[in-house]
């Protein structure tokens, strides 16, 4: 069992930057597959990034290349999302995923079996 704890969303303007961290509360955590998702008010929730347990390849959702990455402190059971040149529609609950076994399917809700309890982020114009 691994408890996912997120800080640092907030309320930025249009074109500013934000870092979002979740801890996690294994020393175990070097064998989970982590994942960010976002959930839009009154939307689904949907996939944002994530980083492969063991290769460190990242993914990520086309709206938000270029603009967000991932990142992971091993040191100190973190995981970052960097999000630059922020834009109102980036305006959701962001949640930190964590998967252990990984089988795939990185982009999907199912893959993941631990959750973090979300962290707001919004986006003015």
């Known amino acids: 069992q691994v408890q996912l704890v997120e800080s640092g969303g907030g309320l930025v303007q249009a074109g500013d930057s934000l870092r979002l961290s979740c801890e996690a509360s294994?020393?175990?955590?070097?064998?989970?597959?982590m994942g960010w998702f976002r959930q839009p008010p009154g939307k689904e929730r949907e996939f944002v990034a994530a980083?492969?347990?063991?290769?460190?390849?990242?993914y990520y959702v086309d709206s938000v290349k270029g603009r967000f990455a991932i990142s992971r402190d091993y040191a100190k059971n973190t995981v970052y999302l960097q999000m630059s040149s922020l834009k109102p529609e980036d305006t959701a609950v962001y949640y930190c995923?964590?998967?252990?076994?990984?089988?795939?399917?990185?982009?999907?809700?199912?893959?993941?079996?631990?959750w973090g309890q979300g962290t707001q982020v919004t986006v003015s114009s």
């Open positions: 995923a964590a998967a252990s076994p990984y089988r795939g399917g990185y982009n999907l809700k199912g893959t993941y079996n631990y």
């Open positions: 294994q020393r175990t955590f070097r064998n989970y597959h």
């Open positions: 980083m492969h347990v063991s290769t460190e390849q990242t």
